[in-house]
């Protein structure tokens, strides 16, 4: 049963009750000294029961504040993740032979840079692909395939005009929702010597991982894979190497198998999205799109590897978005589903998506 906390109101009716109690004919009206002296101490005992109340939250890290949060984590070994850098392949263009050094940098259109980590050379083909990665560490620097960049002082033979193949990876710094659910994990899940749990534990402590799944024995006896996702696209090359130090540093000594542990990234089943909308008076698909590809990506964010796109799923999150009151879907035309299995780690994700 909880103890009950008295009001402001409460508190100065029972002193007044209690100077009545002592002597029924004391004044105790608004204008007497009494109702005076009353409402002085139940204001101060308010602000003792407010701050006996905030004291109690502090205990338990789902009622605390975020400092004192973040206090309990560290006690259990557990550090906010700092920001991660987007990591990807940028695309030059411009004369065959022409080099771009490592350093070089590309800028698109609202203003975010990356650089080149290595030096590449124009082929005969008149392109040439180069690892790069965000300037800033951040999920802005995350980008859609293709992304058109311009090339920052370009070098000689380089054209200006460049693509962001590929750009992911990049994330915010830890929030405390997130800081909160791993503590929550970790209270909950006591260290087992390398059980499910721990892994994912572990891989969740790395700097850009939103999110982790964790497949046993799936490449046989004394194997454990681990599957890394940012918040979105698939797993960098660099975020997979950072994985695997953790889980290798940490990973029950025993175990024999020339790999025994992995991080993975898994094979995407791109499944393309085609729908027509209806929608109601007052609002334009130039306003409700981005709000309707939020919703599907969603959905598609929700899936783990192994699992099926269910089609209603996708036509209940768009029926959801304000404005849209009927919707057609060409594709897919069913449900979609992935594999994992012992040659197999596939993850459904989203194709092109086309609303109109």
Do not use: C
């Not at 906010?80 to 030059?92: D, E, L, M, N, Y």
């Not at 992304?147 to 070098?155: K, L």
Request: hydrophobic fraction near 45%; charge should be negative; charged fraction near 15%.
């Amino acid at each position: 049963m909880p103890y009950p906390i008295q009001t402001f109101q409460q508190i100065r009716d029972r002193y007044l009750q209690a100077v009545v109690n002592l002597n029924p004919s004391a004044a105790i009206g608004p204008d007497s000294d009494h109702f005076v002296r009353g409402s002085a101490t139940a204001a101060v005992l308010e602000g003792l029961y407010a701050h006996q109340a905030w004291v109690f939250r502090q205990a338990f890290p789902d009622l605390a504040d975020a400092d004192y949060m973040e206090k309990r984590a560290n006690q259990e070994g557990l550090t906010r993740k700092a920001a991660a850098a987007a990591t990807g392949t940028v695309r030059f263009s411009g004369t065959a032979g022409s080099a771009v050094p490592s350093g070089q940098q590309v800028f698109t259109a609202q203003g975010i840079y990356y650089q080149t980590t290595a030096v590449g050379v124009i082929s005969g083909a008149g392109t040439v692909d180069i690892a790069a990665q965000a300037l800033i560490a951040g999920a802005e620097g995350n980008q859609s395939n293709n992304t058109p960049a311009t090339v920052n002082a370009p070098p000689s033979g380089v054209l200006a005009a460049a693509s962001l193949l590929l750009m992911s990876g990049g994330s915010d710094t830890e929030s405390d929702e997130a800081l909160l659910e791993r503590l929550l994990i970790e209270l909950a899940e006591e260290a087992q010597g390398g059980n499910e749990t721990d892994y994912k534990r572990w891989a969740l402590s790395v700097p850009g991982v939103a999110r982790a799944y964790v497949f046993s024995v799936r490449r046989g006896l004394s194997t454990v894979d681990v599957v890394p996702m940012p918040d979105s696209g698939l797993p960098s090359a660099p975020l997979l190497v950072a994985v695997q130090a953790v889980l290798d540093a940490k990973r029950p000594v025993g175990m024999s198998n020339i790999q025994p542990v992995l991080a993975l990234a898994p094979t995407a089943v791109p499944t393309a999205v085609t729908g027509t909308l209806t929608l109601a008076a007052g609002y334009s698909l130039s306003t409700v799109l981005p709000l309707v590809q939020s919703a599907i990506n969603q959905v598609f964010g929700q899936l783990a590897p192994g699992e099926t796109l269910i089609r209603s799923k996708l036509i209940s999150a768009i029926m959801n978005v304000e404005g849209v009151t009927d919707v057609t879907l060409a594709a897919p035309l069913g449900n979609v589903a992935s594999l994992v299995n012992a040659t197999n780690l596939q993850l459904v994700t989203p194709g092109a998506i086309t609303i109109t």
